[in-house]
């Protein structure tokens, strides 16, 4: 039962009435309960203390006081000072309370004044409308006023750049002579006119050459490809001409004869060094030169101007074996005929040479023929077709078999 006392000065008490009307309560106890609240902090709240100030005795109050013992006694009367020191701190405690709401109300009611005043259609009855809306009802009206917020800044800004507009028009706005008039003014709208067409006959104009330009340019850029083309094709056949030469065919022919100059070098060598391990046989680089490597020499090479008699009989000896097998692949050469050129040779290179021709004979299947007046020869050749003089018009021809 909350029972507190709001204020108490020297002659009166003003407290709650709760405790009065609560019916539960007796009489003696509310009578009593109110004395209590009217009596300083500091007083003696036992039942002596309390029987000095009123005409019963602590027996009259209270019968059953004095046939309690003297420690239940003493237990009530701590425990009723307990339950009084409870009650003045919450008495306390609710006085605080009290204060600070009233502070909270007085500064409410100055803020709800202020917004009265800096909203004055707004007043009591219309708030209390409001506060009855429902949040959705609050949100649409949000966005509605966020579009007209948009709206009306959009608005100031068409305003503002229509207003500048038109300052500008008025600053650009020729000054009218006080001699002036309108004859004066029509004469000038119409010069102005005839301004305008001639400006749209030009802007025509120039469209025209802009289009005729444009035209051109788009032919320019064809007859460029056109000429790229062209000129692709052109180094084409250039790189042809230069690698094979103009329509004579000069340096096709160069080419291909020293593809077959390379081969025929190949096989001739082949023969030589079954002849000779001195020698070797080369392609002078970029022309058709026949060269001569002399490993006796340091594998220095000279031209073939310089060669002796035997060496140009072997190097002779060796291209036309070459060539002979250079052919193979389309003409089979199985007869092969010499013609002098041993007298030039030593014993040695004849030996070797006459070694080559036998070996070929018997690897191949090739006829030699051999036409000299060297007697050297006789011996190793076995079949020999003898000419002989008879006078100076007549010769006779003998076939002689040495074996």
């Known amino acids: 039962m909350p029972v507190f006392r709001v204020e108490r ?5 003003v407290m709650s009435n709760h405790h009065l009307r609560d019916k539960t309560i007796s009489l003696k106890a509310k009578g009593l309960l109110s004395q209590m609240l009217s009596l300083p902090n500091d007083w003696d709240y036992t039942l002596r ?6 005409k019963e005795s602590i027996d009259a109050a209270f019968p059953d006081w004095r046939n309690a013992p003297a420690a239940t006694q003493e237990m009530e009367i701590k425990d009723l000072g307990i339950a009084w020191n409870n009650l003045n701190t919450q008495a306390s405690g609710l006085k605080q309370s009290i204060s600070s709401t009233a502070e909270q109300m007085a500064r409410l009611q100055k803020d709800l004044t202020g917004f009265y005043a800096a909203n004055p259609t707004l007043d009591e009855e219309r708030i209390t409308v409001l506060s009855a809306w429902s949040g959705s009802r609050i949100e649409a009206l949000r966005a509605s006023l966020q579009t007209l917020k948009e709206e009306e800044v959009a608005a100031s800004t068409a305003f503002h750049l229509a207003t500048g507009q ?3 028009h008025i600053n650009r706005k020729p000054e009218i002579e006080e001699n002036e008039n309108l004859e004066t003014l029509d004469a000038l709208i119409a010069n102005l006119e005839e301004k305008i067409t001639a400006g749209n006959q030009s802007i025509g104009q120039q469209k025209l050459r802009l289009e005729e330009n444009t035209r051109n340019i788009d032919r320019i850029k064809e007859e460029k490809e056109r000429a790229d083309r062209l000129r692709e094709e052109y180094l084409k056949w250039d790189r ?31 023969y030589l060094q079954r002849l000779t391990d001195r020698y070797e046989l080369e392609c002078q680089a970029g022309s058709l030169t026949i060269l001569l490597r002399d490993f006796h020499q340091g594998g220095s090479a000279r031209p073939a101007c310089t060669l002796s008699g035997g060496e140009s009989f072997l190097v002779s000896l060796s291209l036309a074996l070459g060539l002979s097998s250079l052919s193979r692949q389309s003409l ?15 014993s040695d290179y004849l030996n070797t040479v006459m070694d080559t021709l036998e070996k070929l004979h018997q ?3 090739k006829k030699v023929g051999i036409i000299s007046h060297v007697e050297g020869l006789k011996e190793r050749i076995k ?3 003898q000419v ?5 018009s007549r010769s006779e021809i003998e076939v002689v078999n040495t074996l």
Request: proline share 0%; glycine share 12%; hydrophobic share 40%.
């Open 9 to 13: 000065t020297k002659n009166f008490t």
């Open 49 to 54: 203390g309390l029987a000095v100030i009123n």
């Open 388 to 392: 002989r003089r008879i006078d100076s």
């Open 363 to 365: 690897m191949g299947g």
């Open 166 to 168: 038109v300052e500008e």
């Open 332 to 346: 089979s050469v199985d007869t092969l005929f010499i013609d002098e050129g041993f007298g030039t040779l030593s």
């Open 383 to 385: 079949t020999q077709i």
């Open 240 to 270: 042809l001409c230069r690698h094979f030469g103009d329509e004579r065919g000069k340096n096709f022919r160069n080419i291909a004869q020293s593809f077959v100059l390379k081969e025929l070098l190949a096989g001739a060598n082949f």
